[in-house]
């Protein structure tokens, strides 16, 4: 069989703010099955839609032209909507769900309830404990939401991380039923992914995230928070406002201490008591939102001489483990052949839509010192400006991660698509020193 790759195409569709990639490699003769291409694709969703943009449907339907109607794999880097929702989204869902996939790629943090005492996976005490306090925090979110409705700062930073949402359950189902019958794998930093079958000529190398093991770190928000909570819901004296759910209870709470004449002091107490706790709450929230980026799977994929890094959202504690190997630092020794395979990417997937905690500078300082002579590293971004300013985050992009990655090589963002244009394209010979070259997808006109 002659599997060998002979181009690599990187699509990255204009989801707005999220990210939706197809990876497809073309074989020099037809694989065993007839085909001649092979498809990955690397995440489907948005919380914000691009303005003029294409819908998730009529992103769904690209895809299965794209793919011809069969994809071989697909990567859920981490259960955020704005990586999975089209997975949820009843058309986009549809359209995908034809093109039967051969195998999921997750980490092992989004390992269903049922299966984490599977023996295979090895997760400890403390790994399946991590995994229930996730579990819990789309309950906590929602509880938020409802208390926070009279609150404009608040209910701005509830709704935030509503939409952002850990909970996506029509996402995960098809997820999980295209991962039944042994298709599902998921993973741990150190794996490497047999894709012989469905990527000949492929390699799959994972490097995030990490397990609790290796970086601790990886659940520093969630230890706190997991206290946070406890006192949260056992706070007796406020027990009415803390009944998830019942978006009046807190109204009529106050209502009933401040009546009759209005009584100043119960209500202002309770005001302030409530609103502290709302605010406690939400900082854990946001704390695990964090937690949840970090569980993105980190793959990096060498096809010939390709080699193309895809972090998710990854932040810096999950890079951690990398970074340790890549350098020798903290009692591990060096990983020459990690430092010289990341040396060689040639195609960056920008993480976290380009926020300023989600590329290690180390990373960039490592390409800079350590790449061959007139190497560039191409730059995916799939952003929407100005969307996440009013966040703790700053700007994203952030301006100085974006400066920096230019001196690498060109960046090219999907938010600078034209109106119309729904894709770009970054294709490169498998084999060579090319680099990737850009095409934007042609004008589709507005949905
Ligand atoms: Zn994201």
Redesign the pocket.
């Known amino acids: 069989m002659n599997a060998q790759p002979s181009r690599v195409r990187l699509r990255a569709y204009k989801v707005g703010f ?2 939706c990639l197809l990876l497809t490699v073309s074989y020099k003769s037809a694989l065993p099955d007839g085909r001649r291409e092979r498809h990955l694709l690397i995440d489907c969703g948005t919380i914000a839609r691009a303005v003029d943009g294409p819908r998730l449907t009529d992103i769904a339907e690209q895809i299965a032209k794209h793919s011809d109607g069969q994809l071989d794999a697909v990567v859920a880097t981490h259960r ?1 909507r ?2 999975i929702s089209g997975f949820g989204n009843k058309g986009a869902a549809q359209a995908l769900d034809q093109l039967n996939p051969r195998m999921v790629i997750r980490p092992w943090t989004d390992v269903p309830e049922t299966e984490r005492t599977d023996p295979r996976l090895g997760l400890d005490d403390d790994q399946r404990h991590f995994l229930s306090v996730l579990d819990q925090v789309p309950a906590l979110a929602e509880h938020l939401n409802a208390l926070a409705f009279d609150n404009a700062g608040q209910a701005t930073r509830a709704g935030r991380l509503a939409e952002l949402g850990f909970k996506n359950p029509e996402a995960i189902a098809l997820l999980e039923s295209w991962g039944s019958r042994g298709r599902a794998h998921y993973v741990t930093a150190g794996d490497t992914l047999d894709v012989a079958e469905q990527l000949p000529g492929v390699s799959l190398q994972v490097l995030g995230p990490p397990t609790l093991k290796d970086v601790g770190d990886l659940t520093h928000y969630a230890k706190d928070s997991e206290d946070y909570w406890l006192g949260l819901a056992g706070e007796r004296a406020l027990a009415p406002l803390v009944q998830p759910g019942n978006a009046a209870a807190p109204a009529r709470a106050r209502r009933v201490l401040a009546e009759p004449g209005g009584v100043g002091a119960a209500e202002w107490l309770l005001r302030n008591l409530s609103e502290r706790r709302i605010s406690q709450g939400l900082e854990i929230v946001e704390a695990l939102d964090d937690v949840l980026n970090n569980t993105s799977v980190i793959l990096l994929v060498t096809i010939g001489s390709r080699r193309l890094l895809l972090p998710g ?1 990854a932040q810096i504690e999950n890079w951690s483990l990398t970074r340790d190997k890549v350098e020798g630092r903290n009692g591990r020794k060096q990983d020459r052949k990690l430092a010289t395979a990341l040396s060689k990417v040639d195609l960056y997937k920008v993480g ?2 380009g926020s300023r905690n989600a590329t290690p500078k180390w990373l960039t300082k490592h390409w800079a010192a350590t790449a061959p002579p007139g190497h560039t590293v191409v730059s995916v971004l799939s952003t929407k400006t100005h969307f996440f300013e009013k966040s703790q985050e700053g700007a994203v992009p952030k301006p100085e991660l974006i400066a920096g990655l230019g001196e690498l090589g060109p960046l090219h963002s999907t938010d600078d698509l034209a109106p119309g244009v729904w894709w770009m394209d970054l294709e490169a010979p498998a084999r060579g020193n090319a680099t990737f070259t850009f095409t934007a997808g042609p004008d589709m006109g507005t949905p």
């Open positions: 999220g990210d955020h704005d990586h959202d976290h839509h």
